[in-house]
């Protein structure tokens, strides 16, 4: 069946530092593929998405880009900043039939000044 | 901006106890969906409704749960009977509508139950 699997957190930086969450997913055929945050006490946000192999989606600073090589999407930042802190979180929809998401375990990221 | 709404935040339960959670969906979105997550695990798919009917359901999603959009803006999940291990933030998510892989879907500031 279709997962994602993110890397574990929690992740600490200080900030300005660079940022990388490795997601990898599996799934048959190619599915769309975005990254969500969770702000303490909000729900879930879109970050940044993309549709299909070789797009690079980008949102407030933050990269992705979809590998179907190595079935990935890590999510990157050159610079981090402390309202970044937040629950990240990898999903997948499928290509055909209903668009539920499958997620990832999340990633807890803190920054601290 | 438009947004999701959910009802009530927080919800403390007997078990064994009916409870409703309800959310407002964006106002000319199509697609609706529960997804939940327990304490320090996945945020997991429970349901999607287009159309008045459900469109796709997951194993969780078993006889004691239903959804229904009661009038032209209201989404609800009720729980017949919980269960201690239905403790959880439930979250309710609307698309446009095209069904379409790709398609973003928003989500609410969730519900967290506690069921005891």
């Known amino acids: 069946g279709n997962s994602v699997t993110q890397m574990e957190g929690p992740v600490t930086l200080s900030e300005e530092a660079f940022l990388t969450i490795n997601c990898t997913y599996t799934?048959?055929?190619?599915?769309?593929l975005f990254w969500y945050v969770q702000y303490p006490g909000e729900g879930l946000q879109l970050l940044l998405k993309a549709t299909k192999a070789d797009d690079k989606g980008s949102n407030k600073g933050f990269e992705a880009t979809y590998r179907k090589e190595t079935t990935s999407f890590h999510l990157e930042k050159g610079s981090v900043q402390v309202s970044d802190s937040a629950v990240y979180f990898c999903?997948?929809?499928?290509?055909?039939?209903?668009?539920?998401?499958?997620f990832g375990q999340g990633t807890r990221l803190t920054i601290n000044p | 901006e438009p947004e999701v709404t959910q009802t009530p935040s927080h919800q403390v339960t007997q078990m064994g106890q009916e409870v409703i959670l309800r959310c407002v969906p964006i106002s000319n979105h199509l697609y609706f969906y529960w997804y939940r997550q327990i304490l320090g695990q996945k945020v997991e798919f429970l349901v999607s409704f287009y159309n008045n009917e459900i469109s796709e359901k997951s194993e969780i999603f078993d006889d004691q749960f239903s959804v229904e959009r009661p009038d032209g803006s209201n989404f609800t999940l009720k729980i017949r009977s919980t269960k201690l291990e239905d403790s959880a933030m439930y979250f309710c998510?609307?698309?446009?509508?095209?069904?379409?892989?790709?398609?973003?879907?928003?989500f609410g500031p969730g519900t967290r139950l506690l069921v005891l």
């Open positions: 799934a048959t055929g190619y599915p769309s």
């Open positions: 998510a609307s698309s446009g509508g095209t069904g379409r892989s790709g398609e973003t879907q928003y």
């Open positions: 999903a997948l929809s499928r290509i055909q039939g209903a668009q539920k998401l499958v």
